[in-house]
C-alpha cells in the first residue's frame, strides 16, 4: 500500500493550493479517504472524508467554504482543493485510508503547507 | 463531541522498561479504540485497533486493554525504535483523537 501526497507548497494569506494524494497497492475504488493535517508540534487533527464513490463528503468546520475534497478513482486519486488560505491553516497534510467504522489504517508521507505573508 | 485525554503528556524511560500510556474518554466508546504511533517527520502508524487488536506486523511487546472510558497501550520491554508519540482515537462516535503521549529517552 503506498500513498503518495503532492502539491504542497509556500503561498500567501488568501491563496490557494491544490493537493494531491496517488494510491497503489489496493483497490482504490473501494475504500473512502480523508485528509488530515497536523501543525507543528500539534496533534492529529481530521479535516475531510470523501466516500469510495465520491459522495458524500464531509468537512471540519475550520475547513468548510474553503476546502474542497474530490476524487477520480480511475486515477487511484484523492484531491483537496485549498482556497482561502490562512495562516492557521499551515501543516503538514496526510492523506489516509479509511477502513470499517472510522479507522485510519494507513497514512501517506504528507505534503507541508506554508501559509506565510 | 468525544474528547480524549491522554496521560502522561511526556513519558521519559529507557530501553527495556516497561511503560504504559493511559487514555480515557468523556463517555463510554466501548472497545472502539485504536492507538497510532508517530515518530519524528513521519506519518502517524496504526498500531492497534479494537482496544487490544493488534495490526499487521505489530511486535507482540505492544498491547492495549480497556473498555468503557479508560484505557492502556503497555509496551513491554522497550525498544529504542520505540521512542515516538503515541495518540489514541476513538471510533465509537465519529472519530476523535488524545492530544498525545510523547514518549523520550530517558
Known amino acids: 500500500v503506498q500513498l503518495v501526497a503532492s502539491g504542497g507548497g509556500s503561498v500567501k494569506p488568501g491563496g490557494s493550493l491544490r493537493l494531491s494524494c496517488v494510491a497503489s497497492g489496493f483497490t482504490f475504488r473501494d475504500y473512502h479517504m480523508t485528509w488530515f493535517r497536523q501543525a507543528p508540534g500539534k496533534g492529529l487533527e481530521w479535516i475531510s472524508h470523501i466516500n469510495a464513490g465520491g459522495r458524500p463528503q464531509f468537512y471540519a468546520e475550520s475547513v468548510k467554504g474553503r476546502f474542497t475534497i474530490s476524487r477520480d478513482n480511475s486515477k487511484d486519486s484523492v484531491f483537496l482543493q485549498m482556497d482561502s488560505l490562512r495562516l492557521e491553516d499551515s501543516a503538514m497534510y496526510f492523506c489516509?485510508?479509511?477502513?470499517?467504522?472510522?479507522?485510519?489504517?494507513?497514512w501517506g508521507q504528507g505534503t507541508q503547507v506554508i501559509v506565510s505573508s | 463531541d468525544i474528547q480524549m485525554t491522554q496521560s502522561p503528556s511526556t513519558l521519559s524511560a529507557s530501553v527495556g522498561d516497561r511503560v504504559t500510556i493511559t487514555c480515557r474518554a468523556s463517555?463510554?466508546?466501548?472497545?472502539?479504540l485504536a492507538w497510532y504511533q508517530q515518530k519524528t517527520g513521519k506519518a502517524p502508524t496504526l498500531l492497534i485497533y479494537r482496544t487490544s487488536s493488534l495490526e499487521s506486523g505489530v511486535p507482540s511487546r505492544f498491547s492495549g486493554s480497556g473498555s468503557g472510558t479508560e484505557f492502556t497501550l503497555t509496551i513491554s520491554s522497550l525498544q529504542p525504535e520505540d521512542f515516538a508519540t503515541y495518540y489514541c482515537?476513538?471510533?465509537?462516535?465519529?472519530?476523535?483523537f488524545g492530544q498525545g503521549t510523547k514518549l523520550e529517552m530517558k
Open positions: 482515537q476513538q471510533y465509537e462516535s465519529h472519530s476523535s
Open positions: 489516509v485510508r479509511l477502513v470499517g467504522r472510522n479507522l485510519f489504517d494507513f
Open positions: 463517555q463510554n466508546i466501548n472497545t472502539w
